[in-house]
């Protein structure tokens, strides 16, 4: 029996994903929950595994291609029985479309199987009814569009696409008032790359728009009275379309930014006592097998200062302050994919070394690109630590749904008074950004005060802890 999977919604209110890589190709054997292919979320990198056990038989859906919820990606080739299990990951594939199955009405919505904790969200594939098409001017030539079917089939072999306007099916490109069909990650290609879709000719069933079409339009030169050619334009410019990671924090960072009213302010800390408690920490052997650099420090001090002053460690929901009594612990990650911001979770109440493993291995999952939503989201205080880069501070805009964040500047040497007496110290610069709604500026510089402080003296870490 054929079997086909169709992309389900993690939990996270997805709508659409890039496949990045599979791993199988048709042909290969697979098992049930076996690492198939990996996606690229709003939020994270994420492994699906198969639902199916059996042979793959196609993959539909190529790398770098944006398929939107409920779209076949993969069919797999299954024994002829069908045992309880079967059956439900078949009724998993059939509800993700409205309207599937032998009957004409939808299917009702029901709980859905799950795939090692991936739920699927039959409403998010859910589409209000399309509008009919106007008719066409009397003054325009007859065209011959294909109609829909009125109801989708469960399993089709061939590429939905959106019910928008339809290209004439004479095999040229549609004019003005003419429509055109598309899948819509086709259409945000051709939106991203600046291409007209009603001057294409489409290549795809029933006249439809293929990303090969939009591509193709791209590379060829354009008309002459233009002056200038497509491919002489992207050799001089690079087009990188906004979507997966970077799309989700740009929008996240322009809520917050005119949303919040931030305030930021900066201290000037010599941490050579740090420093040399890094150094310290590093001999011992509860500390062998894990990392220890000053950021360790720099969080242990964070979460010290927060919990003096828990209203440091909260959210604003317009009708109420959200004082939280755990510490979730932002790191800011700069990524190949963008920026994000996993969280280790109730990292207060870790011991040094378990918030020293936990901080390694959160970097090490966001670096590679492996964090899981669950680890993006929650978070209730954030560092950054622009110091890697070379830079001694910045402004850090307000991580959504938290009311401050500690950016971290480059360790260096610097004279310094010392009893009097001018010394060379290591020194940092720490800039403190606060939600002014939440925190004013006698708090918000009581905790830049005490963290500076411990950063100074580690030793205040064990008599305010």
Sequence with gaps: MLREFRLPDVGEGLTEAEIVRWHVTPGDSVKINQTIVE???????????????GTVSALMADEGQ?????????????????????????ALADDLVPGAGDGAEPKKEKRQPVLVGYGVKTSATRRRPRKPASPAPVSAPPVSVTPAPATPPAVSSAPAV?????????????????????????????????????????????????????????????????????????AREEYIPVRGVRKATAQAMVASAFSAPHVTEWLQVDVTGTMEAVRRLRTLPEFAEVKVSPLLLVAKALITAVKRHPMANASWTGEEIVVKHYVNLGIAAATDRGLIVPNVKDADAMSLPDLARALGELTERARAGRCQPAELSGGTITITNVGVFGVDAGTPILNPGEVAILAVGQIRDMPWVVDGQLAVRKVTTLALSFDHRVVDGELGSHVLRDVGAMLEDPLRMLAWS
């Design 39 to 53: 996606i690229e979320t709003a939020k994270a990198v994420v492994e699906l595994p198969c639902p199916y056990e």
């Design 66 to 90: 944006t398929v939107d919820v409920g779209a076949p990606i993969i069919s797999v080739r299954t024994g002829d029985g069908e045992g309880p299990a079967d059956a439900g990951r078949e």
């Design 162 to 234: 959106s019910s928008v306007p339809a290209v004439p099916g004479n095999g040229h490109p549609a004019s003005a008032g003419a429509r055109v069909l598309a899948k819509p990650p086709v259409r945000k290609l051709a939106r991203d790359l600046g291409v007209d879709l009603t001057a294409l000719t489409g290549t795809g069933p029933q006249g439809s728009i293929t990303r090969a079409d939009v591509e193709a339009a791209v590379a060829a030169p354009a008309p002459a009275a233009s002056g200038t050619s497509a491919a002489s334009r992207t």
